[in-house]
Nanobody, 125 residues
Framework: QVQVAESGGGLVQAGGSLRLSCAASGRTFSTYVVGWFRQAPGKEREFVARIGRTGGSTTAYADSVKGRFTISRNNAKTTVYLQMNSLKPEDTAVYYC?????????????????WGQGTQVTVSS
């Protein structure tokens, strides 16, 4: 199994950028779909983005972040990134990285098997 750990959160002004990292340990991400989810105060956790297991070329995004966020992975498949640009106050949340053993990508958190502890992103207006 794989362990995942997020980093890179922080406080940023609206319009700014942050890059989150999700590091794998125990195994690489090569055989996992990796997704980012977020949970804002008082709200349910929601899907943000995911990247496929085969070649890392298949990506998907929530409509709310499409065009502003980009998910990618490094060549060694040990780290998945979430580049967040043009941040808005409504992007404020705890961001979670998760890995799925499923072959096909999913936007549902119940399809993900391994989760990190989360990293806080706060966007001030």
């Amino acid at each position: 199994q794989v362990q995942v750990a997020e980093s890179g959160g922080g406080l940023v002004q609206a319009g700014g950028s942050l890059r989150l990292s999700c590091a794998a340990s125990g195994r690489t991400f090569s055989t996992y779909v990796v997704g980012w989810f977020r949970q804002a105060p008082g709200k349910e956790r929601e899907f943000v983005a995911r990247i496929g297991r085969t070649g890392g070329s298949t990506t998907a995004y929530a409509d709310s972040v499409k065009g502003r966020f980009t998910i990618s992975r490094n060549n060694a498949k040990t780290t998945v990134y979430l580049q967040m640009n043009s941040l808005k106050p409504e992007d404020t949340a705890v961001y979670y990285c998760a890995a799925s053993e499923g072959y096909f990508g999913s936007n549902y958190e119940t399809d993900y098997d391994y989760w990190g502890q989360g990293t806080q992103v706060t966007v001030s207006s």
